[in-house]
T-cell receptor
Framework: EAGVTQFPSHSVIEKGQTVTLRCDPI?????LYWYRRVMGKEIKFLLH????????ESGMPNNRFLAERTGGTYSTLKVQPAELEDSGVYFC???????????FGSGTRLTVV | KNQVEQSPQSLIILEGKNCTLQ??????????LRWYKQDTGRGPVSLTI?????NTKSNGRYTATLDADTKQSSLHITASQLSDSASYIC????????????FGKGNQVVVIP
């Protein structure tokens, strides 16, 4: 079974630019989560999709972040315009509905310079 | 203040030795507690998951304990191997919510020969 795949693995962009991160969950997993870890801090929740619907987006830091999951398959997280404090590792995780186990992707390390 | 606190922040142990990592949490109402292992450059991988009624669970050389009354958990690594060098993250989930997870900052373990 393929795991959770994230693209790109690393991204370095300048302040003010736009970046789009992608997450391909495990096939059949309706739950998809985005998390972020900034340096020196714990991993924090960003948002949760159930299929294509946003179940909870209360962790999104501000309106420069836009997440989509069209068709309920892969998801994208766009940061526009990026700021220095957006630097960190963005993790995606997926799970089946009603199942506690989560599978995490390897993350995308975003550096804004 | 983070809802999940881990100690020690980091430790170095000799190959073959045992070590114990601690996790204290304030998440309520409690649903389950998980320990994840995160290798450098990879996403977190689940080691154990325990619900309220479970007080110990093993996965190979990893043994997790849970005291839901004192809201404490530990992860014991037996006969450490070089491949055990990683960050070990304690993650707690609350009931009745939106499946959001609260993460500790992790215990950074380095096993040396």
């Amino acid at each position: 079974e393929a795991g959770v795949t994230q693209f790109p693995s690393h991204s370095v962009i300048e302040k003010g630019q736009t970046v789009t991160l992608r997450c391909d969950p495990i096939s059949g997993h309706d739950n998809l989560y985005w998390y972020r870890r900034v340096m020196g801090k714990e991993i924090k929740f960003l948002l949760h999709f159930v299929k294509e619907s946003k179940q909870d987006e209360s962790g999104m830091p501000n309106n420069r972040f836009l997440a989509e999951r069209t068709g309920g398959t892969y998801s994208t997280l766009k940061v526009q315009p990026a700021e220095l404090e957006d630097s960190g590792v963005y993790f995606c995780a997926s799970s089946q509905v009603g199942i506690h186990g989560y599978t995490f992707g390897s993350g995308t390390r975003l550096t804004v310079v | 203040k983070n809802q999940v606190e881990q100690s020690p922040q980091s430790l170095i142990i000799l190959e073959g030795k045992n070590c114990t990592l601690q996790c204290n949490y304030t998440v309520s109402p409690f649903s389950n507690l998980r320990w994840y292992k995160q290798d450098t450059g990879r996403g977190p991988v689940s080691l154990t998951i325990m619900t309220f009624s479970e007080n110990t669970k093993s996965n190979g050389r990893y043994t997790a304990t849970l005291d839901a009354d004192t809201k404490q958990s530990s992860l014991h690594i037996t006969a450490s191997q070089l491949s055990d060098s990683a960050s070990y993250i304690c993650v707690v989930s609350a009931t009745g919510g939106n499946n959001r997870l609260a993460f500790g900052k992790g215990n950074q373990v380095v096993v040396i020969p």
